[in-house]
């Protein structure tokens, strides 16, 4: 019997596989504009090859979170010990935030620019854009719990 492939699948795929064949340049975008963004200048005296040695692991996760192989105890474990680390390097919450949702903007510019230019079915793409922003609003509230735990013992 034939296997059906749905649109959605080959839409995921071409998303996984721009990510995973792209992320430095991804990333080198995201940390020129972390870096020099007025309300992330916190990010500028942190060492920048731990941020992005941190992007490199969030494109991995997201692509492996696309795909359906990382779940959401993964998401939790990895955005609660980086909450606790940006804490440690003393990046206010707010700016932590900034910069999960910078990154994440520029996931999207990027993806529109390769992807949609042909006339992908847009429930596809909302499907699709759905997905990434679970992952980035549960890494939020994860990397959020994570940083004020460590707040919280500071001020005990």
Request: no cysteine; proline share 2%; hydrophobic share 40%.
């Amino acid at each position: 019997m034939r296997q059906v492939i749905r649109r959605e699948n080959i839409l995921t795929n071409r998303f996984v596989k721009l990510i995973e064949e792209n992320y430095n340049t991804l990333i080198e975008i995201f940390m020129n504009d972390l870096l020099r963004h007025p309300e992330t200048d916190a990010y500028r005296t942190v060492d920048q090859e731990k941020l992005y040695q941190f992007s490199v692991l969030i494109y991995k996760d997201l692509s492996k979170w696309i795909s359906r192989e990382f779940p959401k105890s993964k998401i939790e474990e990895r955005y609660v010990k980086f909450g606790r680390e940006r804490f440690d390097m003393g990046v206010p919450i707010q700016q932590v935030i900034k910069g999960l949702i910078l990154q994440r903007r520029h996931i999207w510019l990027f993806v529109m620019d390769k992807m949609y230019d042909d006339k992908t079915d847009y429930m596809e793409a909302l499907i699709l854009n759905n997905r990434v922003t679970l992952y980035f609003d549960r890494a939020l509230v994860y990397m959020a719990q994570g940083y004020m735990e460590m707040l919280d013992r500071k001020l005990r």
